[in-house]
């Protein structure tokens, strides 16, 4: 009986503070499934200009909390309200699975087209979905994309202990150059692959790594003797080896040079033929909308022009760009016309090229 | 010279000591470590995602107060997770797991303070073992991990798996054939190597592999429900003492020093191998405790070194695993994945510097000191909480069932897909069905673990060396010389013993469900070899080359089952003669319990978390527990705050939406 007295003493007492509490915050939303499922949408109230006063929208997230989107879609989130009608509360939810696949059919498939739920993903489910691979459940053409908020350039990194200087060496070494790398597909893999492809360099990929800091540690310990992955996170993690002359930037896989390496040469600079052009540009394409945005299909036109300038205009805050800045995180905006467009031209790779790349991104 | 360097070292360490006793930055590790605490009892709550939430906070602190509230929060998590573990039977954090084994069963005896007070002063050892790792080390770290490579770790992977055989409780055929189907588990998911889909039977949300937390809960937690509901009274079936034996559980740490300092040796060194993966450690841990015992037949039923060893090895693995973070900046578990952020934030780039004494060698000292004394305040604060936290295992169960069943379910939602409650259920079955064919659990979860790393580090191995010289490198052979000592040894020794042994005289051959249960491993491992066959070799060679073994001891151990049932495990408090009306009760409860899991399933299933989960609640109590009406609704206000309130509300958990609610809305679209 004691016992009895104290126990529900114990669950009892939070358990009314929480009521309290609850009833003091209007927030709270302590029906919202019911709501929910009553009213059809409620962004769009009567007056017929949106509004998301008082509303929540959740940025569901494919990747594990911590990671690169995670940490993007978070700091994106904290700047986010002050510039959407009503100044919403702004969530981040993870929700993992098969590689982004999973928030990314959810969203498209199952989330209410309200405007309240978005998701952010990697370029590469795009490409993987054009590649006519299994897997993501998705029509790349009718997503409504709200835009790209960061780009990946991929740029090799190599040890200098392998005594290669130029991109030249690089790209002709007589011996093989062991390339640390993830999984099949990943653009640590695909990208190198195809550039050795196409001028007919020596690499051997050297896959298995858990995510880029593995393939450093395999470079550390002489498992591997280069790496290529996007420079946004390289001219971070890898600052102390560059900075240590360990390891130098050799080679850059993407479109153009980036501004940060004006001297180091982009591998469409060597010649090569015109169908592995388009292949590389093609496993390239995804660079460019790297963490790309989006809303369920079927949003309402109105509420999706709120949101694609909600999103343009969270981008051009000098708050946010100045947070984004200590956490080096670099941020970038790409308009949803412009990401229709390098669609458009990864779809437009003509079909045998198609199933070539898909080979090498997915043998099995 | 060296004197003058050495002294800049010792330096280095009271200047960081000083540095986080200093007000506000002490104050920042209270909070860190409150918040821990409540992270590390709550199932479902897990410590990667406070991390991240704690994250904003720290943008305009000074990089000593950032760590110590951060960090005093991770310390501690594992040490509090034990102690769900060891209550309920449900991990509180993922790497809390293997302290259910010998944990749980020992709270059932009613030595639940025993085993929290060991698990404490375990966990304390081991933080204290792991700081002092990362202390002395720092100047080896770099060549230590190096010389260790993809090639150390697959001997490691291997010495894990030849654990198996001693957590097999007597039955290595039965154990083997569980490792096995561990290892199956492990290889579900795209293959890392020709990105073949292997054994995801078309489902997407297999594609990244079965998740562990919904396994372990599963597999471990569902039986003990069900254990409790049918015999009724509480957790505790019996009670000694006050608070069930603390001073012994403290004795016990110390009466197994060797033990608890081996143990924190492990998780150290498994913390410090980035890509392993926080979960093995305590796992292996656990092992070894078996392993080094002279009375292997104890362990499972409430053998203190059971707690013992993972207790320490996953409070040290911290310190391990910030030693690469530190030295690399590569994070080796999830912990120092969030951390490695956190250094980004507020500018600290790892790599050499953090280990120079004339550098930030004082910052990362006192990452030491935050793990040891966040610890040292942990410990004895659960200590005057202790009694309380006891007292949950004497209240009767049929309160307390839907709590849990609550608790199971939130617990083992962690992707945040519905594909997770299945899993729970799916291992739950799977749990009930091993422990009630006397089949041990912990082989399957190292099977699990390892499987994965096995393979990945092989390849990588054959890959990157071109070929198999790696085998000769000297962590390779050291390895290969502890394995050879620690299984082949006790392996003849055992062989000897048993010849000396009577032969049991071998009963009339029969089909019983024990057998049956065995003949659908033969049927599994059969399937899964049929399929791998036409996969691409790389995808292939792995498999087969385990399986095919794996497939022939299955069959034995059918053969096996066929001649001698296999022992009901006896029920314990019911030994002496069972009668068919006890029986019949027994049936009729098991039967109500997995029809109210099933129940709360299909709540979560049609009407989501925070209506589902009280209304199941309220439902239970008031039709199989037939409490008063009074206690009923104030429970099931309490459940259902408690989802709304600290998911819902602080962690704004996405909860999936209820299937009837879709419905629901599609007919009033239409």
Known sequence: MKIKKRFLAITVIPGLLFLLYASLIPTSDPIAPITLALSPNPVLAASGSPSFAGKTIR????????????????????????????????????????????????????????????????????????????????????????GVAQESHTVCLVMTRTGIKTADQFLKSKKRIRIASTVPGDSVHIRPIMAAQAVGANFKLI????????????????????????????????????????????????????????????????????????????????????????APPGTPPEILKVLRRGFADTLKDPKLRAEAKKLKISLVYTPPEKITQIIKEMISTPTELKKKVAKIARPG | MPMAYLWLYIEALFTALISICQWPTFGFMLIGIAIGFVVGILPGLGSGTALVLMFPFIFEMEPVRAFAFLLGMASVVSTTGDITSILFGIPGESDCAASIIDGHPLAKQGQAGRAVAASLMSSLMGAIFGGLVLTLSIPLVR???????????????????????????????????????GILLALVGLDGFTAT????????????????????????????????????????????????GVMEGVKDSFRHWKLVLRCSGIGALIGIMPGV????????????????????????????????????????????????TVAFGVPAGLHSALLLGAFTILGLTPGLAMLRP?????????????????????????????????????????????????????????????????????????????????????????????????????????????????????????????????????????????????KEVPTRWKLNYGALFSLGAVVIFAVAIWN????????????????????????????????????????????????????????????????????????????????????????????????????????????????????????????????????????ISI
């Open chain 1, 207 to 294: 896959l298995g790594y858990h995510g880029t800091s593995g393939m450093r540690l395999a470079m550390h310990g002489n498992e591997a003797d280069a790496a290529c992955w996007g420079w946004q996170s390289m001219k971070v993690t890898g600052a102390d080896m560059m900075k240590r002359k360990e390891a130098i930037p050799i080679l850059q896989i993407g479109f153009g040079r980036h501004p940060d390496l004006p001297k180091v040469p982009n591998i469409l600079d060597f010649p090569m033929s015109q169908d592995d052009k388009k292949m590389l540009r093609l496993v390239m394409g995804p660079g460019s909308i790297a963490k790309i945005f989006a």
């Open chain 2, 358 to 502: 004339e550098q930030n060698l004082h910052l990362t000292y006192s990452l030491v000191w935050t793990i040891i004394v966040a610890n040292l305040i942990t410990v004895p604060l659960c200590f005057l909480v202790l009694r309380q936290l006891v007292m949950f295992t004497q209240v009767r169960g049929s309160l307390i069932i839907p709590i849990l069943l609550m608790l199971i379910f939130l617990g083992g939602f962690v992707n945040n897909t519905f594909g997770d409650m299945v899993m729970v259920l799916l291992f739950g079955a799977i749990g009930l069905l091993m422990v009630n064919f006397g089949w041990m659990r912990p082989p399957l979860v190292i099977g699990l673990v390892l499987g994965r790393l096995l393979e990945k580090s092989f390849f990588i191995s054959v890959d990157a060396y071109e070929g198999f010289g790696w085998l000769g490198r000297p962590v390779v052979v050291i390895l290969l010389l502890i394995i050879a000592a620690g299984v082949f040894v006790p392996v003849v020794q055992r062989i000897k013993e048993r010849r000396k042994q009577v």
């Open chain 2, 197 to 244: 889909p292997r054994y995801t039977l078309g489902q997407f949300y297999l594609w990244d592999g079965v998740p562990l937390v919904p396994l372990t809960i599963g597999l471990f937690a569902i039986p003990e429900v069900v254990d409790l509901a049918v015999k009724g009274g509480s957790i505790a079936q019996a009670s000694i003492g006050k608070i069930g």
């Open chain 2, 277 to 324: 993966g926080s979960s093995v450690g305590q796992f292996l841990a656990y092992a070894h405790a078996v392993q080094s015992s002279p009375n292997q037949e104890r362990f499972g039923h409430g053998a203190i070194e059971g707690v013992l060893g993972p207790g320490a090895a996953n409070n040290s693995k911290e310190g391990g695993s910030l030693v690469t």
């Open chain 1, 59 to 146: 940025i569901i997230v494919g990747y594990s909390p911590g990671g690169g989107f995670d940490t993007l879609s978070r700091v994106l989130a904290r700047h986010m309200s002050r510039h959407f009608p009503g100044n919403p509360t702004i969530l981040v939810a993870n929700m993992t699975g098969a590689g982004g696949a999973v928030s990314f059919n959810y969203v498209y498939s199952r989330a209410k087209p309200d405007g309240r739920t978005w998701v952010t993903s990697d370029g590469a489910l795009i490409l993987s979905k054009i590649l006519g691979i299994p897997g993501p459940n998705f029509d790349v053409e009718k997503f409504p994309w709200l």
């Open chain 2, 143 to 181: 060549p230590l991990v190096l010389s260790f490579g993809s090639p150390g770790i697959f001997m490691l992977s291997i010495l894990g798996l030849t654990f198996i055989a001693t957590l097999s409780g007597g039955d290595v055929l039965k154990g083997l054939v569980a490792g096995g189907f």
């Open chain 2, 532 to 667: 791998a066959w036409s996969w691409l070799p790389r995808a292939r060679i792995f498999p087969l080359t385990i399986f095919i073994p794996v497939l022939v001891i299955a069959v034995l151990n059918f053969l096996k089952d066929l001649r001698k049932p296999p022992s009901k495990e006896v029920v314990k408090g019911t030994d002496g003669e069972v009668s068919a009306q006890d029986l019949s009760l027994v049936r009729k409860k098991t039967i109500n319990i997995l029809g109210w899991i099933g129940g709360f399933f299909l709540a979560l299933w049609w009407l989501s978390f925070p209506l589902g989960i009280p209304l199941a609640t309220f439902l239970y109590l008031k039709v199989t527990s037939r409490e008063s009406w009074l206690i009923s609704i104030l429970l099931t206000v309490v459940s259902w705050a408690f989802i709304e309130g600290i998911f819902g509300y602080f962690l704004h958990f996405l909860f999936p939406e209820g299937e009837l609610f879709i419905l629901f809305s599609k007919i």
